[in-house]
Every structure is written in C-alpha cells, then in structure tokens.
DNA sequence: TTTAAATATAAGCCAATGATAATATAATTG
DNA sequence: CAATTATATTATCATTGGCTTATATTTAAA
C-alpha cells in the first residue's frame, strides 16, 4: 500500500519537525546526552524535556541508556537516510555541562574523600 | 544564530509534514498538477485544497502558473537539499484524468463543432 | 454583460499537540 | 528504611492547525 509508507514518512517527519525536539537532535549529533542536560539547555520543565524524549523514543529515533538514576539518550543507528539527511543539515550544537551531579562526579568526590 | 537555521528547517518540515501536502508533494513529483486534479483526487472540499496549496506556495514549495481559470502547481527547482531527500523517498503517485475540463478539451469540442 | 467555472479568501469549529503543575516511580545515599 | 535526586506519568489548559461553510475573485463563454 502506498499510503502506508506515506503515512510512515508523515508521521515520523511531524514528530522530529517539532522546534524542540529538531534542537535535542541537533544536540545528540554530538553523541550521548543526560535527561539532566536537556533540563538544563532548555527553557522547559523537566515532565515537558521528558514527554518530548519518550515521543523520540517510543518512534525509534532515539535509544536510551540507563546508569542509575541518570537515562541517556543517543540517536539510533541506522534511521531512514531522509532522516539521516535532516540530521545531517542540523547545526550540531555543543551542550555545556549541566548542573546535575554525574555519576562521575559523584565518583570523584566520593575518591577525594 | 544557530537558532535561525533550527527555526527554518522545523518550520518547513513542518510544513511538508502534513499527511495531505505530503500526498501532494507525490503527485507534483510525476510533474504539473492542475488544482482541479487536487480536488478530484482527495476527499477534501475545493478550499481545504486551495489553503493546503497556498501553504506550500508560500514556502516556496511549489510554484504556480494561471492559465485562464486554471491554475497548475509544479514542485520549485533548488529545494533544499534535506527536501529533495525527503521527496525521492515519496512514493510517486500518477494522477488520473480529473472531471474538470481542461483548456485543450475546450479547444477540441470547439473544433468539433 | 450576464452566467458559469475554477480558484481563493474569510470566519468559525473542533481535534491534536505542547506546556505546566502535581504526583508517582526508581535508584542512591546516609 | 528515610531522604534525596533524576526521571516519568497524569491531568488539565491554551494554542495551533486543518476542515467546512459561505463568500469573493477572476477568467472565459454565451
């Protein structure tokens, strides 16, 4: 059927067209990023990042990695290559650190004890 | 800015995103389409067609030529790069004949008279 | 110049979507 | 286990966007 690709394509294209969440694509370019760091970069409420986060995840644009109780989120491999594409005329912004305490962080402060 | 180029791409993904325009984008990939077409092909009124098409026109999507009453649509030439993309994955639908008359059925019935 | 056909515009309605506040869950630490 | 931190979920609200009806505009035909 036709229309089931089409269909596919506009769904997926909706869903990463949105401001937001274009932004956090852009951001993962870079690779892996912190729930915490969204929070951070984003002038939006933690439950606002998350929804967004679970609509990239849910459609498979993104994966999630949990270490505690931090969850990054990286892009899948492999998206359809007119997603690739997109992704590939993003600007690729930089994330700052954030202001959450890393598990790293924690690591270290607990060694300098 | 950054920003400005996030804003634009969501803005025009956005934009092709709609199921519907997505569908027309398909069509004008086989080349021009009369609005009248649009019409007969989707189950949609007259001026739900005409806001869709005015959307893309805007974009500077697509581009438009009047002749006579008619007015036909035809994908603009350098879209961007990320558009393009999106457009080659389209499955390309091929336009039926539509019920309106056109300029040339008008010439032919003259001359058969 | 009246009529008809093709298209565009305007106004109002409704559904989808993104935002927030409040709350829940889960993992870690003390 | 009680408290804290990070994240997720739920309920609700406001905005946006697409659809329809009604009307306007434009061009060609009679």
Redesign the pocket.
């Known amino acids: 059927m036709n229309n089931k690709n089409l269909d596919a394509m506009s769904f997926l294209l ?2 990463i ?5 274009l932004r956090m694509l852009a951001y993962l370019k870079n690779g892996e990023m ?6 951070d970069l984003f ?13 990239l ?1 849910t459609a498979g644009v993104v994966q ?1 990695r ?8 990286r892009l899948s491999p492999d998206l359809p290559n007119y997603i690739s594409q997109i992704l590939e005329n993003l600007p690729s912004l930089k994330a700052k650190s954030c ?5 790293e962080d ?2 270290q402060l ?1 060694s300098l004890k």
């Open positions: 909706k869903l067209s949105d401001k937001t969440r912190c729930v915490c760091e969204f929070v002038t939006l409420t933690q439950p606002a990042i998350s929804q967004h986060l679970k609509k995840r999630e949990k270490q505690g109780t931090w969850v990054y989120y202001d959450c305490q890393t598990r924690l690591i607990e």
